[in-house]
């Protein structure tokens, strides 16, 4: 089975810095995109940041509101996708799930935890 393994949350002040990883493992045959969503609260899961491959180069997308402040990034050899999180808001603070598109199925860590104190 394919699983996907979080790690980097927790909590940090206001302005600081995280950086989550999320690494996939198990009977992998191809890995069509990576990305991460998150969920405050009360409020809807959103697209935090993907990265998708195509033919020659690697495409990415963010979310409106972490636009500038955060950074992708995906290691095809480890299977593992990154996210650099640099001076975050007390609105950021939300679970944080890794999901994957992994032999045309779709799969979700289990979610973690990123809290930013004011």
């Known amino acids: 089975q394919v699983r996907l393994v979080e790690s980097g949350g927790g909590l940090v002040q206001a302005g600081g810095s995280l950086r989550l990883s999320c690494a996939a493992s198990g009977s992998i045959f191809s890995v069509n995109a990576m990305g991460w969503y998150r969920q405050a609260p009360g409020k809807q899961r959103e697209l935090v940041a993907s990265?998708?491959?195509?033919?020659?180069?690697?495409?990415?997308d963010y979310g409106d509101s972490v636009k500038g402040r955060f950074a992708i990034s995906r290691d095809n050899i480890k299977n593992t996708v990154y996210l650099q999180m640099n001076s975050l808001k007390p609105e950021d603070t939300a679970v944080y799930y890794c999901?994957?598109?992994?032999?045309?199925?779709?799969?979700w860590g289990q979610g973690t935890q990123v809290t930013v104190s004011s």
């Open positions: 999901n994957a598109r992994i032999n045309l199925h779709d799969y």
């Open positions: 990265i998708t491959r195509g033919d020659s180069a690697a495409y990415v």
